[in-house]
């Protein structure tokens, strides 16, 4: 897969088949539109050509208007490229997400970018696409300019996942509540974090279950629920068991404010300032406040437990 950054760098795409949108996660449902694309190019003798937006839209338009958005991302733009090339695309074009670019009107953004540095021969999108100032234009605009500039259009209606249709808020959701298998389901991946390994409190060794303390390499992704999970590591080219917090350890009233930190089961290796990935399989249980330290050693070792049995009956199932 080639990726572009600049528009005026673009080759001349052969008969593209494109799509467009921000791909957050790159979903079932995401796929599905690759899938579709790929057929269609092989019928037209084409290219896959997907463009997307960084930084993403809501978050741009936010920090024009002076705000801060609340959105968080479900992968990096660099996790987003690493999963579109394994669906087989052949083209990703990051656009840069200007002021001047959000104030297009709809016949602009078709005529002035879509048409002009794509020369699409055809355009494949999702039953929702929204495009230009205001979010005002949308796939009737596209079938406007269907003639004119000799493209054809495929629409993709709602995915289902056992019910569910998948979408990206639907799976930013599951994660805010903690539901890291549904997400995971929907996704169609384990949903994960990946950081370098700080120094922390120290206080997990003292405690009996010492931890990694995870700074995040990006701080546009999701958070989980605060909580207890079970979880796969990924660090020093193996992968472990283990389970991994996330909260403001009331425990121990600090003012460090949220902490994401890892137990590694039957690790004992100095792994500070390395990178280390982490794959949330099921939620344990909430953070809570013990009365001592002892109360919650002991519940950590419960915890040990419950998330050995989890990751263990994944193993027996692969």
């Known amino acids: 897969m080639k990726i572009y950054r600049e528009l005026e760098q673009l080759p001349t795409f052969k008969n593209a088949v494109l799509t467009i949108g921000s791909f957050d996660g790159v979903h079932p449902g995401h796929r599905h539109i690759i899938e579709e694309m790929l057929h269609e190019a092989k019928k037209l003798n084409g290219e896959t050509v997907l463009i997307t937006f960084y930084p993403h839209p809501r978050i741009a338009l936010a920090e024009q208007k002076g705000a801060h958005s609340d959105l968080k991302l479900l992968c990096a733009l660099e996790e987003k490229a690493k999963l579109l090339e394994s669906s087989g695309l052949d083209n990703l074009v990051v656009v840069p997400f200007t002021k001047e670019f959000s104030e297009q009107s709809p016949e602009d953004y078709i005529e002035s970018f879509l048409v002009k540095y794509f020369h699409p021969a055809q355009i494949v999108i999702g039953y929702d696409h929204r495009f230009g100032k205001g979010r005002s234009g949308d796939i009737e605009y596209l079938k406007k300019y269907q003639l004119k500039y000799n493209y054809q259009l495929l629409e993709i209606s709602k995915q289902e996942v056992d019910g569910i249709a998948v979408s990206s808020t639907k799976i930013r959701n ?145």
């Not at 929907?186 to 949903?191: T, V």
């Not at 206080?203 to 701080?219: E, S, V």
């Not at 992704?221 to 472990?240: M, R, T």
């Open 174 to 318: 599951a994660l805010l509540n903690g539901n890291v298998a549904l997400a995971a389901k929907m996704l169609g991946y384990h949903y994960n974090l990946s950081g370098t390994v700080v120094h922390g409190l120290h206080l997990g060794r003292k405690l009996g279950f010492p931890t990694a303390n995870i700074k995040l390499i990006d701080t546009e992704k999701l958070i989980p629920e605060d909580g207890i999970y079970a979880v796969k590591v990924s660090c020093v080219g193996q992968s472990y068991n283990g389970m991994l917090y996330i909260g403001s350890r009331p425990s121990i009233d600090t003012d460090l404010g949220k902490t994401i930190e890892v137990n590694i089961f039957d690790f004992s290796d100095d792994i500070y300032d390395h990178k280390i990935s982490v794959e949330f399989i099921d939620y344990i249980r909430a953070d809570i406040k013990f009365d001592s330290l002892t109360d919650l050693s002991a519940q950590l070792e419960k915890d040990m437990y419950a998330a050995k049995n989890i990751l263990d009956s994944i193993e027996k199932t692969i």
